[in-house]
């Protein structure tokens, strides 16, 4: 067993664990294939560069993806302090400015004294550990094979949607609002009010759009939280107008007028120069998404930074495969992190950076590691990696669904989540204690 840590991926559990692994006097050697190989997906050389949405979720408390936030600034996240940092208006959510969040990422991991990035494609998963594999649902196709062959399984998979940017210049404001939901925080959203027969127009266009075809022996698995609009269009007329277009807690702020439906778009930057649009995700193909989209009220001149486009996200079924410490069990001290291990989200792949980097950390020092409490953000979502049996393993978010803890019956949903979260963080406090004296904000 070697006394340094690779890493494979710089995304955004790479990153984490990197970090997490340097901080604690490890010296980690970190691989990204970007720029010199491209994925599909990701368009710049940053490190933990976010694909789509720029948003990290809900911060607002008790939420489980603020507790699993919280829980990761306890252990002064590398991630979660960028976009504190460099949060744009999002209402409840974190969302950030994705250029200056990847940047200042990349930025601290370079000039980590403990920490060499290697920019090159990884084919096969080095036979000596401690390794951590987090090269993400778009790992290259020949580090995939060494991986199915190591495991000896195929890998699942599940389709994952982009949804498009557009150039907040080419928007008509005389059509559409700044507001928030209930009127709750600041106006941090664009809303574009769709009337009834506008609704139905749109609705009729995404079912009939011609999209991007699945190659022939795939079959169209998605993730629930990250439909194709025009899906859950094909699901039902009125689908939409209940999910993604909900005019609800929506009226004009001047003639409190309410709509049949809205579109809501939301800041990509702090400057305001480009907006994505909520709920988006879509595989029209390009011309559709320009024809269909320009149909909505206010952004019929709209120009697109970047088009929606829908990827095959691979995983791997990891309670067959991994322990609870997120290595092999048929070969400890290769490790996998992120999404490749069947989390879905953001937050969620940089939470599994860091229990992966904490236990590598501790093989290699010698010393003794105990995994999270199950009453945490961490520990519900570990467990449910490495010890869900079901017949089909499937890629989840962090949710409270997945805490096994007695105020789950308490019926009251905010005192039962607040009581969860307080919980959850006495005990994250105590666990970090016993790790190793970490040091508790
Ligand atoms: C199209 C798409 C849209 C998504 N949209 C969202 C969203 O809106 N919100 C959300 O929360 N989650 C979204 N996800 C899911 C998921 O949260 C992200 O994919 C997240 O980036 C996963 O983090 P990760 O660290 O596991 O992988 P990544 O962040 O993808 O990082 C993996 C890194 O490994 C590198 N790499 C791959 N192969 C190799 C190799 N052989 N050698 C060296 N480096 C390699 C890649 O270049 C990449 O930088 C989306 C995923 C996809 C594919």
Not at 309 to 322: C, G, Q, S
Not at 366 to 387: I, Q, R
Not at 397 to 408: K, T
Request: charged share 25%.
């Amino acid at each position: 067993m070697r006394d340094y840590l690779t890493i494979l991926g710089a995304g955004l559990a790479g990153s984490e664990a990197a970090w997490q692994a340097a901080e604690r006097g490890v010296c980690v050697v970190l691989y990204e294939m970007r720029p010199v190989k491209p994925t599909p997906a990701h368009k710049t050389d940053h490190c933990a560069e976010l694909v789509c949405s720029n948003s990290l979720g809900n911060n607002q408390s008790p939420s489980a993806p603020y507790l699993l936030k919280e829980e990761l600034r306890k252990f002064n996240s590398l991630v979660i302090d960028a976009g504190d940092t460099h949060a744009v208006p999002a209402g409840a959510a974190l969302a950030v400015d994705r250029e200056l969040f990847s940047k200042k990422i990349t930025e601290q991991l370079l000039k980590h004294p403990n920490i060499t990035l290697i920019r090159e494609e990884v084919t096969e998963i080095p036979s000596e550990g401690p390794v951590i594999v987090a090269t993400g649902p778009l790992t290259s196709p020949r580090l995939s094979e060494s991986i199915s062959r190591l495991i000896g399984q195929e890998y699942l998979y599940f389709y994952d949607a982009i949804s498009p940017i557009v150039d907040a210049n080419t928007i008509n404001y005389d059509k559409t609002f700044f507001a928030s939901r209930y009127d709750k925080g600041t106006d941090d959203y664009l809303n574009c009010p769709l009337s009834e027969g506008q609704y139905y127009s749109l609705v009729n266009e995404l079912k009939n759009g011609e999209k991007v075809p699945f190659k022939s022996f795939e079959k169209p698995i998605y993730f629930e939280g990250c439909m194709p609009v025009e899906e859950l269009a094909m699901r039902g007329d009125k689908t939409l107008a209940f999910g993604p277009l909900k005019p609800v807690g929506l009226l004009h702020p001047e003639t409190r007028e309410k709509f049949y439906a809205i579109v809501q778009l939301r800041h990509e930057n702090k400057e305001g120069t480009a907006f994505n649009l909520v709920g988006f995700q879509t595989k029209l193909t390009y011309p559709e998404q320009k024809r269909v989209i320009r149909l909505i009220p206010g952004l019929e001149n709209v120009e697109f930074f970047r088009f929606g486009a829908i990827h095959r996200n691979t995983y791997i079924n990891a309670p067959d495969v991994l322990s609870c410490e997120l290595d092999l069990k048929k070969n400890s001290g290769i490790y996998f992190a992120g999404q490749i291990i069947g989390v879905e989200g953001y937050v969620e792949s940089v939470s599994m950076g860091l229990l992966a980097a904490l236990s590598a950390v501790k093989r290699i020092k010698g010393e003794v590691y105990s995994t999270p409490p199950v009453d945490t953000a961490l520990g519900s979502l570990l467990k449910y990696v490495t010890e869900t049996r079901r017949q089909s393993f499937q890629p989840m978010n962090i949710n409270y669904g997945l805490f096994q803890v007695q105020e789950m019956k308490i019926r009251n949903k905010r005192e039962r989540n607040k009581k969860i979260e307080l919980k959850a963080l006495d005990s994250l406090a105590q666990w970090m204690e016993t790790i190793n004296g970490e040091l508790v904000k």
